[in-house]
């Protein structure tokens, strides 16, 4: 707007230039998305402004009655969305919904249970450099390296030997379906609560294209702003247990990890979960997992290994390991041809995590600006088209003929219009 132009003009810059790169570039970052316009205008509201401290009918401020039935709409939805009789939409973000399911649950040196991050997980998963590595002892299953699938036999090995508190599942960068069932059973017999944080498949399990852990799991977290496009924030969710369990949940959240929650966010929660309530939304979630299909089609036509051999899911991660070339390097090759994706490890993965020999791809913010398979597949193609260059030492023409080609697509399909 002019008034932010005139009072702070670098900032101006970097939102009109972020704004059009936003437009011009093909985002391929699995964790990524773009909100309604909807749930963005609610997030610069009077909402911002309000103390709430508590939850809704028991805050410690007054005034809270308008905020009360925002944060109300949001728990009666993402309650319907997931046909679940416990949840709490205060969490800032995925880390924030995580770490209070460690305080309630477990207790600094208990041990837990997670997937690997080089295979997969995610750092609130136990990663030595988070909170979660640091304060209990972290066990670690991971994959299969014949299938790139998820070892359960081992998993169950692990877990009867070591008879964690908590057996973590969900994950970043895996694209086969998860067994719940399985998880539960494998917790069961070690007697582990079951904790799904199933932050980049929310939006599917709600549309019903990706196995479902509720039914399964003692407690569910997510992001809401991944395949679930809402605003950044997370979630905790539960059915089943007793209300001492939703209790030692909620005293976790507040005042266990936060203070005052974000009462725009909140809103834009409801919005969201609003949004995803609707038909439309299943037909997205469907396309998305379509999308990921074509462009895994085309990279192994085109030469190129995937872990695990394809996706079930919205993601893939590209295995590099022994071409000539980095994930790094071909993250930044991508980046020059306006193709924006992520570096991240493979299993077994001999290089650093800042380097990697791995390439992860995902396809909801592409479809929300509505990418079908046909786009998908010029666009993996084009990617192949880079990576092949980079592969002979030579990127140009490559990068630019594919940079012209992308803005052209992009253009075709606005994302803000
Ligand atoms: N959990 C999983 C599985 C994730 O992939 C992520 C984000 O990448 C998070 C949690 C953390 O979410 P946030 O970045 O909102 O803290």
Known sequence: ??????????????????????????????????????????????????????????????????????????????????DCDYVNVQPHAGAQANAAVFLALAQPGDTVMGMNLAQGGHLTHGNPSNFSGRHYKIVPYGLDPQTGRIDYDEMERIALETRPKMLI???????????????????????????????????????????????????????????????RGGIILSKGQDEDFYKKLDSAVFPGVQGGPLMHIIAAKAIAFKEALQPDFKTYQRQVVANARAMAAVLLRRGYRIVSGGTDNHLMLIDLSGKPYTGKDADAA??????????????????????????RIGTPAVTTRGFGVAECERLAGWLCDVLDALEAGRLEPATARVRAQVVELCRGHPVYQ
Not at 27 to 55: C, D, H, R, W
Not at 177 to 198: Q, S, T
Not at 336 to 356: G, H, L, Q
Request: with cysteine.
């Open 334 to 359: 991508l980046s020059e041809a306006y193709i924006t994706a992520n570096k991240n490890s493979v299993p077994n993965d001999p290089r650093s995590p800042f380097v990697t020999s791995g390439l």
């Open 169 to 231: 599942g969900g994950f970043s960068a895996y694209s086969r379906h998860k067994d719940w069932a399985r998880m539960r059973a494998i917790a069961d017999k070690a007697g582990a609560i079951f904790w799904v944080d199933m932050a980049h498949v929310a939006g599917l399990v709600a549309a019903g294209e990706y196995p479902d852990p509720l039914p399964h799991a003692h407690v569910v977290t997510s992001t809401t702003h991944k395949t679930l496009r809402g605003p």
């Open 1 to 82: 707007s002019l008034r932010l132009a005139e009072f702070d003009p670098d900032l101006a810059a970097a939102l009109r230039q972020e704004a059009r790169r936003q437009e011009d570039h093909a985002e391929l970052i699995a964790s990524e998305n773009y909100a309604s316009p909807l749930v963005m205008a609610i997030q610069n509201s009077v909402f911002t402004n309000k103390y709430a401290e508590g939850y809704p009918g028991k805050r410690y401020y007054s005034g809270c009655e308008n905020v009360d039935m925002a944060e109300s709409l949001a728990i009666e939805r993402l309650k319907a969305l997931f």
